[in-house]
């Protein structure tokens, strides 16, 4: 393995993982998608309710009416950004969602400010509180919590500084509490579930990691029993016919010295592709296999190799890339207008590798962007950049890791 290869290794297998769903279960957190819009039109349905409901105690009605489109943005924002084709979530996203939803509900106490009634029926909290649940599925447990601490604060301490005017008196500490509950208890208990969710996710990963250790001498058997095959077959459909007409004749000519050449060469690359043959190309090779259109040992090598990594870049992906790169492949290889012959997979670059999957598909721009988004923003998910891009009939999806910066 080269100095290079290895440092490559290194770097990217050491980078921190953020422990959210959204990393840990890419595909699963995609299905949960449809929670964000829901949520966010329940925020903004309750706001327009409890602006009406306050009609009477405006100070200023343009402020409310401001309060409910800034919390719009914030609602649209939230349901755009934690699209799976969009993946993943990252900070300033979180903060700017949770941010802009607290400046519409602050507008909305200074529309009532002098003049509001009741703090347990203003919208801001509860709005707040939406947008904040369905957070930990996208970003760490204690940076939700953190956010929502703040907003809570803030919103505590507006309610907390309206006591004058509000109809039911008390200690400015009971407003406060009564604002910061509902957007600490709906933050917690989004925490709560994601916390399990990793937790589960995890624990599952290990389970399997251990069952594939405890498999893997097994494993190893089997695949040189299936090498073994594979030379017997060679063996069987050209040496042997050979030697058995050389010694039928029993003279050895030119003619036969070359021929006999000619097969120890292709003996001799046959055993070492298959002994050299990487996780990738077999994960094409079985893709295909499923399809129908496998290749064995002698068409593989009528056609060249599918797979050209002669780095071997492939040692750098994770168990959860290759989860998904296998699941990518194992799609595309299932398209009915592929063309089987057309699949390769050309991997370069080596202090940040790049893999390039190319096919010819007789498919719609439409189909193939359903079929295979997903899997590209699960490939972002597990901290890859992946686009596809489809013309004329031909399929490129590329994959890369995120270029290295200087020290």
């Not at 009532?112 to 709005?127: E, K, L, T």
């Not at 695949?223 to 039928?248: D, I, S, Y």
Request: glycine share 6%; aromatic share 6%; proline share 5%.
């Amino acid at each position: 393995m080269s100095q290079v290869l290895s440092e490559t290794i290194v770097h990217y297998r050491s980078l921190p993982v953020e422990r959210t769903p959204q990393r840990l279960d890419p595909l699963g957190v995609q299905s949960a998608w449809l929670l964000m819009p829901l949520l966010s039109a329940v925020a903004v349905a309750y706001a327009v309710y409890s602006t009406v409901q306050h009609h009477a105690q405006y100070r200023s009605p343009a402020l409310a009416v401001w309060a409910i489109v800034v919390l719009l943005v914030a609602a649209v924002v939230a349901t755009i950004r934690t699209h799976p084709g969009l993946a993943p979530v990252g900070l300033w996203s979180h903060l700017a969602i949770v941010g802009v939803a607290l400046v519409g509900a602050c507008l909305f106490d200074a529309a009532v400010w002098g003049h509001n009634q009741r703090v347990q029926d203003d919208w801001g909290q509860i709005a707040v509180a939406l947008l904040l649940m369905a957070m930990p599925l996208y970003r760490p447990v204690a940076e939700v919590l953190t956010v929502a601490a703040l907003a809570a604060l803030v919103l505590g301490a507006l309610a907390a500084a309206q006591g004058s005017s509000l109809v039911i008196s008390n200690h400015p500490l009971v407003y406060a509490t009564v604002a910061a509950t509902p957007v600490l208890a709906l933050a917690s208990g989004g925490a709560g579930y994601a916390w399990t969710m990793t937790g589960e996710t995890l624990r599952w990963r290990e389970v399997a990691r251990a069952g594939q250790l405890r498999l893997d001498a097994e494993l190893r058997q089997v695949a040189a029993r299936m090498v073994a095959q594979e030379r017997a077959t060679a063996l069987n459909a050209e040496a042997v016919p050979f030697l058995t007409a050389l010694a039928a004749r029993g003279v050895i000519t030119e003619e036969d010295r070359r021929h006999a050449r000619r097969i120890a060469e292709r003996l001799r690359a046959s055993a070492v592709e298959a002994l050299e043959r990487s996780w990738l190309a077999e994960t094409v090779a079985l893709a295909l296999t499923r399809r129908g259109k496998g290749a064995g040992a002698g068409a593989e090598a009528d056609r060249g190799p599918r797979v050209h990594d002669p780095d071997r870049l492939e040692q750098v992906l994770s168990e959860e890339q290759r989860a998904v790169i296998g699941a990518l492949i194992g799609t595309i290889a299932a398209l009915p207008g592929l063309d089987a012959d057309s699949l390769a997979v050309t991997v370069a670059q080596p202090g940040a590798p790049v893999f390039l999957l190319t096919a010819r598909v007789a498919e719609s721009r439409r189909l193939l962007r359903s079929e295979l988004v997903p899997f590209l923003s699960a490939l972002r998910s597990v901290s890859l950049v992946a686009s596809m891009r489809v013309r004329a009939g031909g399929l490129t999806v590329r994959f890369a890791y995120p270029e290295r910066r200087a020290p």
